[in-house]
């Protein structure tokens, strides 16, 4: 697994120095788990097949703001998918996730100390989500795996909205102090 | 360490870059956090932790191949008009060259003898490069006339790009390409081939035309994709 962050890191670096082959390369690794994004979030074929597609371009034409460190690269890639797809439900204004690109990888510094406690932090999470009510863990599944808005999470769950606001910032504040713990 | 970072700003700015981070906010929330997002660093670290805590999660997402009209797609918006491979190392284009170029060369030495020359001005031929690529709509004709040191360049199709020149570059074996200048892709263009490229020219060589930058590869060295290449052969 290691070797697949390397390699898939390697690609997307050679991307930004406009290597087709690690594009093409890139693409045959990964497409099918960021369709897999877009699709669950999208939840239409062709709309997600039209999101898989500009992501692709915005990998391509901004590769170049992947900073090794930090963030594993096949989280960035999904980032780049999953907001893409999230500004597609929002409001079909694709190009706003320029900045969330940015803001994804401006401060992503190739810090080891960082890159630790992230490591750390990614693997603690399942346990933190586990420790919470099961219907409060779905919801926070939800909004992250299916981009769920608080107005569905709260008709999905039968409560009122913002009940559902409370919940969810409750499991928030919850799963942060798990983690930091 | 992280608790610093998390409730820096208050809880309910912890809280709202938990909600961005998971995409919870509506579209004006949303644009408000982020605007802050790019003036407040705390926030930004509070936002890089909530995303990679969460991040576990993408392990979720269930791979789905797509469906290959997508890669299509893509491949022609990003690269049509261009080289397909774009390297100059790629054998593949070399091969698909090599193959191409003999086509078209057996049909300009079919013009070239079928043409009478009565005229003076006629271009006399001794060697013909067909230049094209997969991908690319550029095809050039180049023809050398020994005795004069000349190479006239016709246009089959190709267009000109804006921002943009072609450059024809020479090369001999695996030597590094050398330019032989900007080319006009909707003139007719002649012109004289350099002292220092005149030894090795003949059959073999390769004749490239790539995309640069206005003026010509700002390098002594192609960096843009090659749109059309091609040996030169004897006629």
């Given at each position: 697994m290691a070797s697949d962050t390397a390699d898939i890191a390697d690609m997307i670096a050679r991307c930004a120095l406009r290597d087709r082959?690690?594009?093409?390369?890139?693409y045959a690794r990964?497409?099918?788990?960021?369709?897999g994004v877009t699709l669950r979030i999208l939840r239409d074929r062709s709309e997600a097949e039209?999101?898989?597609?500009?992501?692709?371009?915005?990998i391509w034409q901004r590769a170049d703001r992947y900073v090794p460190g930090g963030y594993s690269p096949i989280s960035w890639l999904v980032a780049v998918a999953r907001n893409h797809s999230l500004d597609v439900l929002r409001a079909r204004k694709p190009q706003s996730d320029d900045i969330d690109m940015a803001l994804d990888v401006a401060d992503a510094s190739p810090d080891p100390e960082q890159a630790e406690a992230n490591r750390g932090e990614r693997a603690r999470i399942d346990g933190c989500l586990d420790q919470l009510d099961a219907d409060k863990a779905e919801?926070?599944?939800g909004a992250y795996l299916d981009g769920y808005s608080y107005e569905e999470l709260s008709e999905r769950h039968k409560v009122p909205l913002n009940t559902m606001r409370t919940?969810?910032?409750?499991?928030?504040?919850?799963l942060r102090e798990c983690l930091s713990a | 360490m992280s608790d610093a970072n998390t409730i820096a700003g208050g809880d309910e700015d912890g809280f709202l870059v938990a909600e961005y981070a998971l995409g919870l906010l509506d579209g004006p929330e949303h644009d408000r956090v982020r605007s802050?997002?790019?003036?407040?660093?705390v926030l930004r670290a509070d936002l890089r932790l909530w995303r990679t805590r969460l991040s576990s999660l993408d392990s979720e997402f269930v791979e789905t191949p797509a469906p290959a009209a997508v890669w299509s797609r893509l491949e022609?918006?990003?690269?049509?008009?261009?080289?397909k491979a774009g390297f100059w190392n790629s054998l593949a284009l070399w091969r698909s060259v090599a193959a191409g170029a003999l086509a078209v060369a057996v049909i300009a030495i079919g013009i070239n003898v079928a043409t009478p020359r009565p005229d003076p001005n006629a271009f006399a031929a001794q060697l013909v490069a067909a230049l094209s690529a997969q991908g690319s709509n550029v095809s050039v004709v180049a023809l050398y006339n020994e005795t004069t040191g000349q190479v006239r360049l016709t246009t089959v199709s190709g267009d000109p790009v804006p921002n943009k020149d072609y450059e024809l570059w020479a090369?001999?074996?695996?030597?590094?390409?050398?330019?032989?200048?900007?080319i006009k892709i909707n003139a007719r263009n002649d012109m004289k081939v350099a002292p220092d490229l005149l030894a090795g020219f003949g059959p073999g060589t390769t004749l490239a035309i790539s995309l640069e930058p206005l003026g010509g590869s700002p390098t002594h060295a192609p960096t843009g994709p090659i749109v059309a290449a091609g040996k030169a052969t004897t006629i």
């Open positions: 082959q690690a594009f093409r390369e890139l990964t497409s099918a788990k960021l369709y039209e999101a898989l597609q500009e992501v692709y371009v915005k919801a926070v599944r919940w969810l910032r409750r499991s928030l504040l919850k | 802050r997002l790019k003036a407040e660093p022609q918006r990003l690269f049509t008009g261009q080289a090369i001999e074996g695996s030597a590094a390409p050398k330019s032989m200048g900007v």
